[in-house]
């Protein structure tokens, strides 16, 4: 398949232990306005997290393969999870002086990140439950 991420529920509360490929764990919860404790960021917040860092890790190494310096790199995601259909709006601030043509260059790199891939060209899903039976 390729990647894998497992969550598993933190008893008595509604956090998530999550690992990811099987190498980095971490936190996910929910605010406490709607029950949790606000110790990691919920699901919903990792999607525009994973796009931004996504967009950021394209262009500082696109970047690098040219031998162009960018100097700070900073991508801000903003995510309107109430919308539909769902909207991502992003902003890109290159610390380097660039030229027009690297910095179109850049765009068209940053609109290829993999995850931004992923949404543009839809999503689809094979799912099933498994529960453990109650002897009869």
């Known amino acids: 398949m390729g990647l894998r991420a497992s969550a598993r529920s933190v008893p008595g509360t509604i956090r998530q232990e999550v690992l990811i490929d ?7 919860d929910q605010p406490a306005g709607i029950g949790g404790t606000d110790l990691g960021p919920s699901p919903h917040e990792l999607f525009p997290a994973a796009l931004a860092a996504c967009t950021v890790w394209a262009l500082v190494r696109y970047a690098q393969t040219k031998g162009w310096e960018l100097g ?6 903003d995510y309107d999870h109430e919308s539909t259909p769902r909207r991502f709006q992003t902003v890109i601030r290159l610390g380097g002086d660039l030229s027009d043509f690297q910095l179109e260059r850049l765009h068209k790199v940053a609109a290829a990140c993999p995850v931004r891939r992923s949404i543009e060209t839809g999503i689809e899903f094979a799912e099933r439950i498994e529960a453990r039976r109650k002897a009869a």
């Open 22 to 28: 099987g190498r980095h764990r971490l936190v996910t």
């Open 72 to 77: 700070e790199v900073t991508v801000d995601v």
